[in-house]
């Protein structure tokens, strides 16, 4: 798998800490329907990802507007692609989002 090069420890923490908590959401989810629900627990956790992708959206065109470095617009990239990739493999099913842990091709892996 390629690895993001630009990506800093930093990032990497700022990423951490977005995967944490879009986990602990998941992680009340399965308390609150099950974990093998997979059904219930879906339509609301992807619509907490779906705000939170806006969001960051959002702030990436105010970074962008403002001429931050590099590094800046570049993690605002990298989280955006985490929460688009959230969105697509979690669609797909158990089976999608697994296998792409099972290859380490998450973004939040480090993966360009």
Known sequence: MDQD???????RSAERELWSAAAIVLINLWRQHGEDNWDSCMPPYLKYIQERLAEEITAAHVAVANH???????????????YHQELDLRNQGRAAWSSAVEDGALIMYGRA
């Open 68 to 82: 931050e470095e590099p590094s800046i617009i570049h993690l605002h990239r990298r989280i955006v692609a985490f």
């Open 5 to 11: 090069h630009e990506q800093t420890d930093s990032m």
